[in-house]
């Protein structure tokens, strides 16, 4: 196995739609050395990635929702073409005594019915396992591990992936109590990502209508590692490969003060117990009179729509504009389905981003006249 840890792969990283610029920058401040790349709609395609960083970007990339590993490529145009060549991979390197769920995407081909793709695929993984049967001791061993293909077929190409991932990253598994509307781990992430070359200006990070925590929570954690099972954990391609929570670059929001608050108790005894870190406290955000000085507000407002508020969406957005430009942070980022602008402040905006469904835009305000 020690010709699979030194043996490279292309991978793609999947995210959200709307925010692969931003991944682009996490990736480029976590991982410098990493270079050969393309931004595509919907992710980052890497090429010549060898397994130990494959591991480092799935515990690392906080704004992706995704890592597929791109392990054969081939033209096919009919399928019992399609079914002797997969029936002749290697499969037993991949996974191991199970057929995992196979997602397939084929455009512009001569291959279009998805459903005989797929038992194409699936009879000649059986055929494969039938034919190159391993022992007892190791089939129990990765039996009941359930992995998944991704399958893209265009112009009679097709690319067959591996998924590391399993269950989407933004399921970090270290928060977990939710609430009706949540913000999405991964454009939280994003929101940092978004904000980080600008907070040598910063010393506090207050978050109001804080729902459970999320936002928060993905600010104080951009630098940890994500600490979860991933789904490469039981493929054979890694098992060799000694596991450690590899360390990222250096914190520089630790020293950060944060304060998050809500006025829904059951959200407020949620985030309560999901964040460990900074202030968390019961407060209308309308009722706050001043800030402390060089703070950053991150908010993620109600859209009127999976959870109401009591106005129309022009007065709700006038009133939340006017009492942020009287509180006059330092700098404020906003996610919402309608922009926000603020007089004497620079703006930057990044969208559409699909959030939930609701197509959201991304604002990040900037005082002028602040110190650069």
């Given amino acids: 196995m020690k010709e699979q840890e030194n043996k490279l792969y292309d991978i793609f990283l999947v995210t959200q739609l709307g925010i692969e ?3 682009e920058k996490e990736l480029r401040l976590k991982f410098p050395h990493l270079t050969d ?36 490529e081939t033209k096919v145009r009919d399928l019992p073409k399609l079914y002797n060549k997969c029936k002749k991979l290697p499969w037993n390197q991949y996974f191991i005594g199970s ?22 695929i699936s009879g000649a993984i059986r055929e494969y396992q039938e034919a190159n049967a391993v022992k007892k001791k190791v089939l129990e061993t990765y039996k009941d591990h359930k992995c998944e293909l991704y399958i893209r077929i265009e112009n009679d ?15 970090r598994s270290d928060k977990p109590f939710s609430d009706k509307a949540p913000l999405r781990s991964t454009i939280a992430a994003a929101m940092t990502c978004a904000c ?29 590692p994500i600490k979860r099972k991933f789904s490469y954990m039981k493929s054979p391609l890694f098992e060799t490969l000694s596991f ?15 304060s998050s608050s809500d006025l829904d108790q059951a959200s407020l005894e949620a985030m309560s117990k999901n964040l460990i870190e900074g202030k968390v406290h ?70 559409p981003i699909n959030n939930g469904g609701i197509k959201t835009y991304l604002s990040i305000l900037s005082k002028q006249n602040r110190q650069r």
């Avoid at 995992?100 to 793709?117: A, G, Q, T």
């Avoid at 980080?196 to 940890?224: S, V, W």
């Fill in 21 to 23: 610029s931003i991944a």
């Fill in 37 to 72: 790349y393309e931004v595509c709609t919907g992710g980052i395609l890497l090429y010549s990635i060898n397994l130990s960083n494959c591991v480092s970007l799935q515990h690392q990339m906080r704004t992706t929702t995704r890592i597929l590993l791109r392990f054969y």
């Fill in 99 to 120: 057929i995992p769920k196979i997602n397939i995407k084929s455009k512009s081909s001569r291959l279009f019915d998805d459903r005989k793709i797929e038992s194409a």
């Fill in 157 to 171: 190409h097709a690319t067959f992936s591996l998924d590391l991932t399993g269950q989407r990253m933004d399921l």
């Fill in 196 to 224: 980080i070359d600008k907070l040598e200006a910063i010393r506090n990070i207050y978050c109001p209508m804080a729902g459970t925590g999320t936002l928060t929570k993905e600010f104080q954690n951009f630098y940890r």
């Fill in 244 to 258: 450690k929570y590899l360390e990222g670059p250096e914190d520089t929001l630790s020293n950060l003060s944060f």
């Fill in 282 to 351: 019961k407060e209308d955000f309308y009722n706050v009179k001043d800030l402390q000085e060089k703070t950053l507000i991150i908010v993620n407002p109600p859209y009127n729509k999976r959870v109401k508020y009591d106005s129309s969406p022009q007065n709700f957005i006038k009133r939340f504009s006017e009492h942020l430009q009287t509180l006059s942070p330092e700098i404020a980022c906003i996610i919402h389905p309608h922009r926000f602008k603020l007089k004497g402040y620079e703006q930057q905006v990044i969208g």
